[in-house]
């Protein structure tokens, strides 16, 4: 299964949403979209959608601990999978995804 990435660019945000399965040539993909991106930045927060992907090999949970030690981004999860993924991604309980923030849930 292949892996879409969507980024999209707003005044305030940069989002970038993950569907599928990020292992494999998508990791290369992905850092690739990202080293697009990054330049562009600014000002604007980074957020990053994993409610849809399916899974990651390490070196895909490496690209996201990347992006995420650069720019704090928000980490929007839904499933017990995806909250565990963005945890290891985070590598701190300290720091609450944004679906436990919108769930009033303090991390």
Do not use: C
């Amino acid at each position: 299964m292949a892996l879409r990435i969507t980024v999209r660019e707003q005044e305030s945000v940069t989002e970038i949403t993950l569907e599928g399965r990020l292992a494999g040539p998508w990791v290369t993909e992905l850092s690739r979209a990202w080293s697009e991106a990054a330049p562009r930045l600014g000002t604007r927060k980074v957020s990053i959608d994993l409610r849809d992907v399916t899974y990651s090999d390490e070196a895909g949970k490496q690209v996201l601990r990347d992006i995420f030690a650069q720019t704090n981004a928000d980490l929007v999860t839904s499933s017990p999978l995806t909250k565990y993924l963005a945890q290891e991604i985070s590598n701190s309980e300290k720091h609450g995804t944004k679906a436990e923030a919108d769930n009033g849930i303090d991390a």
